[in-house]
């Protein structure tokens, strides 16, 4: 019999089991913590597993054991439950991902509490992350806790091109963390994490068909020889898609712009001793696309190359250092031809201390290489190229603990990033047991976003050198109430920013000053075989520089989220439903450009699974329910209704 799955797990936990499988080492932290000899011992043992997947595949408990909420790991930069973490974090695990069959990383990030998510068009076409209403460079995008945000003159990390079945968890950090993690999370923090390998094996082979003509193929293997935990995955999606734009409005043909994108993860990993261990990860992704009805085509590869060693220095310091490349190239050809790569190189060193009974340090330093190279051709003697690089360091702390009923929460970060006289940002946020399970929350931060190289030097995209950081500062108050898995938030917030960049004049300018204050409902947990994750954010995202302070372009006041599954005999059963209020956009098909409404919009999808055998699994999803048109920019089609189908095999029998 099928239970509803949520990542959570009992109290009777044992840490061995825990440790041998990883993919379940998470949802066990809370069972057996009391029992190691230090809570940097425990983080010893926990968060390389924790980093790669915690909390999947855990399931209600039997019998009467207690439940315990999710784990969490970005809020401080080691473990703990989600019901202690003072930021606003939300977290995708991998059995989340399974369930709600999704074949897009964007498709699941849109369920989340205060992020929108826009599209021009189809599967894989370009796109826009937004978190309490501040997208593009200023929601920083992590994999493997390297910056994903391409260096272009874009910002975005290009989260429309990553399919899921190498990505293990997702957590998202909701508010400015600069202090936390640098330049670029004004909004909030995406943090990726993908698959890695596990003490037992374990082996997949998967295969999903469906509407227009839509295919995923994926086969994914881990175990362990001796001491050394292998992993590899691929994966392979091919979509025939949609009109991007809407005929009717650009007088395109109506021609359906496909995509196909080969994903490709491996993992190494050495434990040589006991609390100490080296590895070696590469991960990769390239997606090809046609835009505008097929009238154009683009390619969007990211590649990840990491070596990283996690070592005990002693029973109370756990030390982890990474040294990382990431490259993202961006290549368009067609009307007009464009060929950017990017490159991140970094060196990560982060340390995690107990220093006594309920107070943990953190610290570390960070020293990054950032390039971007490439060419551009309008056409009519509009073309050139560019070749620029900076280096960026910073140093970084933080404490926390907890004392009689308060929690505490300080970090502080300095970055030095070449150009630019040294930034400083600062976290405080504070937390007061109630009783009965509440607890009142606040927090005051600051933050900083240094241009990407292509804001600065891409001259035929609005390249200005003389471009400023931008700068800004957040206040949020709420009331938690937790019990179990059961944890529910309510959070007033709000985040000003200044010398914000704004395209004018054919450049990017330090004009824009924008507001973002709201209210967010949030709530997760299980009872009697069900599973709910709920949401409701109410924001006003405004452009201080206008008259009336009007809402910023393609920003909605309200967005709404409620996904269940609930456990039927051997089915498990799914529905989530997404709602975004109205928003104004620009009809750039007009000259002058011509505001817009986008009218507001309710999608449902439906997932049931199930098992046909101990090796075999199918499962399938139904998206768009009500075939509901819509658009998340002007012009620009949604994808509607579908089916799709998908057979898994488990070769091992696990």
Known sequence: MKTARFSSTPASAQAPACISQPRCAAAHFGAWRAAMPSRAAQVVLFLPAALSCAAAHAQLAPGNAPLLPPVVVSATGYPQPLSTALPSVSVITREQIEDYAAQNLTTLLQQVAGVQVTSNGGPGQSGNVYVRGFSGPDVLVLLDGVPLNAQDSTGVAYLNNLTTDQIQRIEIIRGNVSAIYGSGAIGGVVLITTREGSRKPQGSVSVTVGSRDTTTTSADASGQIGKTALQAGVSRYTSQGIPSQNPSQSGLPNQADGYRNTTAHGSVVQEWAAGQRMGLRAFSSEGRYTYDNTENAGQVRQELGQLFSDNQINPNWLSHLDLSQQTTTNANAGSFTSDYRTRVDQLSWRNVVQLGKGWT??????????????????????????????????????????????????????????????????????????????????SYSTAFNAPPLGYLYDIGNGGNPDLRPEKAHSAEGGLQWSRGPNVWRATLFQTQATDQWQYLGGAFQNVARSRTRGLELTGRGSWNNWAYDANLTLQQPVDLTKPGHPTLQRRARSLANVAINHAMGSLLLGAAVHYSGPRMDKNYGAYPATDAVLGSYTTVDLTVSGAITAQWSWNARVQNLFDKKYQMVYGYNREPFGVFVGLTWHPLGL
Do not use: M, P
């Open 361 to 442: 340090a953190t610290g570390g330093l960070q020293v990054q290489h950032q390039g971007i190279t490439g060419r551009y051709d309008y056409g009519y003697g509009y073309a050139g190229s560019l070749d620029r690089t900076r280096t960026a360091k910073a140093l970084f702390a933080g404490l926390n603990g907890s004392f009689d009923g308060n929690a505490l929460q300080f970090n502080v970060r300095h970055d030095s990033i070449e150009g630019y006289s040294g930034q400083n940002t600062g976290y405080l946020g504070y937390g007061r047991e109630l009783g009965g399970g509440f607890k009142a929350i606040a």
